[in-house]
């Protein structure tokens, strides 16, 4: 049987304004925890690695766990945290604008692919409308740090993309998920109204 996988949503406010990052997760190894362990885990490397590249405009609040193998479980466990404004001592960007995170998995094909989309973007990494090679790095530098605690031998987790079309074509719940490989950065900012579906809003 292959190992289970879950839904964790980030959940934080920025300006006012909540926002929701969506990622998806499968145990590496048997019996590697339940979704408040999944919860803390995102808590303490995700989030934490995230924070880094955001304004302290931004307060990271929780995490939303729920179980999608063998079947969907609802509702989501919520897992709050104190309080966490984001490291950059810097304004934000509206609420509505966020860079864009590509998470590549090895495959070529469309549903294979996802992306984040992170808010609380400072002002001062931005210029013309793209992230400056400070803004790249500093997310780069949170990137590789999720990177490395995935790939290590600590961790029990895997991030992933998770196609639901997949699996509504294969009756599988589990063959939509594909492990990530490496999340890249893009430089051009994204808006509210210029988003497209994939693993955030």
Known sequence: ?????????????????????????????????DALSLA????????????NATSEDSLWQGVLVRQLTPEVQD????????????GIASPS???????????RTGFASRRKRGRIYLPSIPVDKVEDGRLTAA??????????????SIGSGLSDWEL????????????DPYSGFSGVTAMIPNEILGTQRRRRIGSGS
Do not use: C
Not at 3 to 11: L, P, Q
Not at 76 to 84: I, R
Not at 141 to 146: D, L, P, W
């Open 75 to 86: 509702p989501y466990l919520s897992e709050d945290f104190p309080d966490q404004p984001g």
């Open 160 to 171: 992933g993309v998770y196609s639901k079309t997949t699996v509504a074509e294969t009756g």
């Open 1 to 33: 049987m292959p190992f289970e996988i879950f839904e964790a949503r980030i959940v934080g406010v920025n300006q006012g304004q909540e926002f929701n990052i969506v990622t998806h997760w499968q145990q590496k190894v048997e019996n590697a925890g």
């Open 135 to 148: 803004g790249k790095g500093e997310i780069n530098n949170a990137i590789n740090t999720i990177m490395a």
């Open 93 to 103: 960007l509206p609420s509505f604008v966020a860079a864009i995170i590509q998470l």
């Open 40 to 51: 803390n885990y995102v808590q303490a490397n995700f989030v934490g690695s995230l924070n």
